[in-house]
């Protein structure tokens, strides 16, 4: 770390402030990573104004330790804190966090399933489909919009007969998403 450090400390005194402005970036996030176990502390036993904080924080940071962190946010008793963990993990765009993605799909809260059907969309691999093809059954018209419209984006004819379905039924977001998706699809 001190390596990094020195280096980012001599990019600080250079001439292009661009590059000053992403060594102090830089800088600030090893001083949270340094400072890691306050931050874990906030989210496993702080008030839920200092967990959201500490979750959003931490969103700027990499690795399978900030995942883990992130994952223990999954099971807090508040909804606003699993769903700002769900948002940051998504928002990661890493495949080590499929796992915990796919997981909260079963979560008792409606905004928290929104938000892990919105991360999944965004990774477009083709093994989250069965996950997502399952929130097409969801009594939330809200995750059934947004699974169809991830759902839509593979193009992969496993979804053709829940396309099908939507393209007649439904309110016409739905209709729409559905017959789009059914023109791109593969034959």
């Given at each position: 770390?001190?390596k ?26 090893i ?45 807090d ?10 948002r ?68 992969d ?16 977001k ?14």
């Amino acid at each position: 770390m001190n390596k990094r450090k020195e280096a980012l400390l001599k990019a600080l005194k250079g001439p292009d402030s661009d590059l000053v402005q992403l060594a102090s970036s830089a800088l600030e996030k090893i001083e949270m990573r340094e400072n890691l176990s306050h931050f874990a502390e906030k989210v496993t036993s702080g008030e839920q104004l200092g967990k959201l904080r500490a979750i959003y924080a931490l969103g700027e940071l990499k690795g399978q330790v900030i995942i883990d962190l992130l994952g223990s946010a999954l099971n807090d008793e508040s909804e606003d804190v699993r769903s700002a963990a769900v948002r940051v993990l998504g928002e990661m765009n890493d495949p080590r966090v499929l796992k915990l993605l796919v997981g909260v799909l079963k979560d008792k809260s409606v905004m928290v399933v929104r938000n892990g059907v919105e991360a999944l969309g965004r990774y477009n691999d083709p093994r989250l489909l069965g996950s997502l093809m399952q929130m097409l059954k969801n009594k939330d018209v809200g995750v059934i919009e947004m699974a169809l419209e991830a759902i839509s984006g593979y193009g992969d004819k496993r979804s053709e007969a829940a396309m099908l379905y939507f393209a007649g039924k439904g309110n016409s977001k739905l209709k729409a998403t559905a017959i789009s998706a059914l023109g791109s699809m593969d034959c």
